[in-house]
């Protein structure tokens, strides 16, 4: 099992900038992609911004140029900073762990945190 914790969330107008972080906890494990999804209100959990273990990145559209995404696989974190924020940027966001292995094992596995709120008022 690896549990995620989320921090960072809160509220902010519009144009201002919020910083997630996420830190994973656990044995043995090393995690394949890790990042961020979130989920407004009557939609659909979306990607956002994940980060590959060899470093690679990926941005949802709406977010790109405007989200960083890092991670530290040594302290097995992930954090996204979040500027020029938007109202519609508003949702419950969440910290992934994917393509998670375990060494005492097989297969891969998938984690999910409890999710922070970001709010963006106009």
Not at 50 to 57: E, P, Y
Request: charged content about 20%; proline content about 2%.
């Amino acid at each position: 099992q690896v549990h995620l914790v989320e921090s960072g969330g809160g509220s902010v107008q519009a144009g201002g900038s919020l910083r997630l972080s996420c830190v994973a906890s656990g044995r043995s494990f090393s995690i394949g992609v890790f990042g961020w999804y979130r989920q407004a209100p009557g939609n659909q959990r979306e990607l956002v911004a994940v980060a590959s273990s060899d470093g690679t990145t990926n941005y949802a559209d709406s977010v790109k140029g405007r989200f960083t995404i890092s991670r530290d696989n040594a302290k097995n974190t992930v954090a996204l900073q979040m500027s020029s924020l938007k109202p519609e940027d508003t949702a419950v966001y969440y910290c992934n762990a994917d393509r998670v292995r375990f060494t005492d094992r097989f297969g891969q596995y998938k984690f999910w945190g409890p999710g922070t709120q970001v709010t963006v008022s106009s």
